[in-house]
């Protein structure tokens, strides 16, 4: 189906700047498509004719910017979320039930299916493909996070049978296996904070580093700083090395397998200015491991964990500063403490940021 409109004509390098004050203007007919010209033209439907003053201002920006009119495809309308296309399959009830949040790594889409749904999730996954078309497989959670490698179970859906993936965030990409190393999307802004607050010549130590979501960012953000990236988990620390390989960034990430406590008391005691503890199941075992990998001087340290039911953030507070003297060290403030995301309902994962002597 197609549609005439009037339109803006402007060179292809001029585009978003045009598109940009067009929308701000509320000019642009967003049910259209925008179309392509010969020798690198650009025409931009509008929803009517442009007034004068309008006209001015885009000229002004876009002194090449002509008007006109043509005929424009209309733009497929594709359904918004899952009980859009749900609506006629399944009752009411049901599409109360759809899943609300999904975890998106890759090109893999990861959900919660509630009981009432289980026989209706092939229904469900294939929903999730018609509305997310960068979606290639659907995974159902099976299980809990849990044991020493922080793995989950996943049940296959529909789409491609894998659990590989390339993952994209914060201008980086990753090698994620989901089935064999940890890794939660809904951290990448919490990736983005920690890395933005290194500084210059820093010496970091990841001791929970996964698949390297906060040591590959950490280095490409600053390429004089050497960032220690360490897991138990063998698997993790494999796609860590080949992260920072893709990344360019090998030359100043050092990966290392093994117990956080044992790698730090063999080879990175006394070395680091900055330490990431994103365990929040167990992070408070390993707070003195923590200490003994910062220089003597001290430095910053970035704590997860758990808040849950009738704890407090108060309590989580408390148990670090108890654990932090235990070692010999001492808090001298917490910089920055705040929940990062709803785990569970009245469960909470909290970050502190800690500046400890």
Do not use: W
């Given at each position: 189906?197609?549609?005439?409109?009037?339109?803006?004509?402007?060179?292809?390098?001029?585009?978003?700047r045009?598109?940009?004050?067009?929308?701000?203007?509320?000019?642009?007919?967003?049910?259209?498509?925008?179309?392509?010209g010969?020798?690198?033209?650009?025409?931009?439907?509008?929803?009517?004719?442009?007034?004068?003053?309008?006209?001015?201002?885009?000229?002004?920006?876009?002194?090449?910017?002509?008007?006109?009119?043509?005929?424009f495809?209309?733009?497929?309308?594709?359904?918004?979320?899952?009980?859009?296309?749900?609506?006629?399959?399944?009752?009411?009830?049901?599409?109360?039930?759809?899943p609300?949040?999904?975890?998106?790594?890759?090109?893999?889409?990861?959900?919660?299916?509630?009981?009432?749904?289980?026989?209706?999730?092939?229904?469900?996954?294939?929903?999730?493909?018609?509305?997310?078309?960068?979606?290639?497989?659907?995974?159902?959670?099976?299980?809990?996070?849990?044991?020493?490698?922080?793995?989950?179970?996943?049940?296959?859906?529909?789409?491609?049978?894998?659990?590989?993936?390339?993952?994209?965030?914060?201008?980086?990409?990753?090698?994620?296996?989901?089935?064999?190393?940890y890794?939660?999307?809904?951290?990448?802004?919490?990736?983005?904070?920690?890395?933005?607050?290194?500084?210059?010549?820093?010496?970091?130590?990841?001791?929970?580093?996964?698949?390297?979501?906060?040591?590959?960012?950490?280095?490409?953000?600053h390429?004089?700083?050497?960032?220690?990236?360490?897991?138990?988990n063998?698997?993790?620390?494999?796609?860590?090395?080949?992260?920072?390989?893709?990344?360019?960034v090998?030359?100043?990430?050092?990966?290392?397998?093994?117990?956080?406590?044992?790698?730090?008391?063999?080879?990175?005691?006394?070395?680091?200015?900055?330490?990431?503890?994103?365990?929040?199941?167990?992070?408070?075992?390993?707070?003195?491991?923590a200490?003994?990998?910062?220089?003597?001087?001290?430095?910053?340290?970035?704590?997860?964990?758990?808040?849950?039911l009738?704890?407090?953030?108060?309590?989580?507070?408390?148990?670090f500063?108890?654990?932090?003297?235990?070692?010999?060290?001492?808090?001298?403030?917490f910089?920055?403490?705040?929940?990062?995301?709803?785990?569970?309902?009245?469960?909470?994962?909290?970050?502190?940021?800690?500046?400890?002597?």
């Amino acid at each position: 189906m197609s549609k005439n409109a009037f339109c803006l004509q402007v060179p292809k390098k001029d585009g978003e700047r045009t598109l940009k004050i067009a929308n701000k203007l509320g000019l642009t007919d967003k049910t259209l498509l925008i179309q392509k010209g010969k020798d690198d033209l650009l025409y931009i439907p509008l929803i009517r004719q442009l007034e004068e003053k309008e006209l001015t201002l885009l000229t002004t920006h876009v002194p090449q910017l002509k008007l006109g009119a043509k005929s424009f495809l209309k733009k497929n309308k594709q359904p918004q979320t899952l009980a859009d296309v749900l609506k006629n399959e399944l009752e009411p009830t049901l599409l109360g039930a759809l899943p609300r949040a999904i975890d998106v790594v890759g090109d893999i889409a990861i959900i919660e299916i509630p009981p009432r749904l289980e026989a209706y999730k092939h229904l469900v996954g294939n929903a999730i493909l018609k509305t997310h078309k960068n979606i290639r497989t659907v995974l159902a959670k099976a299980g809990a996070v849990k044991g020493t490698y922080r793995l989950r179970e996943f049940e296959f859906i529909v789409g491609e049978q894998k659990t590989k993936t390339l993952h994209k965030e914060n201008g980086c990409s990753y090698f994620v296996d989901v089935a064999k190393a940890y890794f939660s999307p809904r951290l990448s802004s919490e990736h983005n904070r920690v890395a933005s607050l290194v500084q210059s010549g820093e010496n970091i130590v990841d001791l929970f580093a996964g698949v390297g979501p906060f040591v590959v960012l950490i280095a490409k953000k600053h390429p004089d700083v050497k960032v220690y990236g360490v897991d138990i988990n063998a698997d993790a620390i494999d796609l860590l090395k080949k992260n920072a390989r893709l990344n360019r960034v090998e030359n100043r990430v050092y990966a290392v397998a093994g117990d956080a406590r044992q790698v730090v008391n063999e080879k990175l005691e006394g070395v680091a200015d900055r330490v990431i503890m994103n365990l929040p199941e167990t992070a408070v075992e390993f707070i003195d491991t923590a200490c003994k990998a910062l220089k003597s001087s001290g430095g910053v340290v970035h704590f997860y964990g758990f808040v849950r039911l009738n704890e407090s953030i108060e309590n989580l507070k408390q148990r670090f500063v108890a654990a932090v003297e235990k070692s010999g060290r001492q808090v001298k403030i917490f910089s920055y403490i705040k929940p990062v995301r709803e785990t569970a309902p009245r469960e909470y994962q909290v970050v502190l940021d800690t500046k400890i002597l």
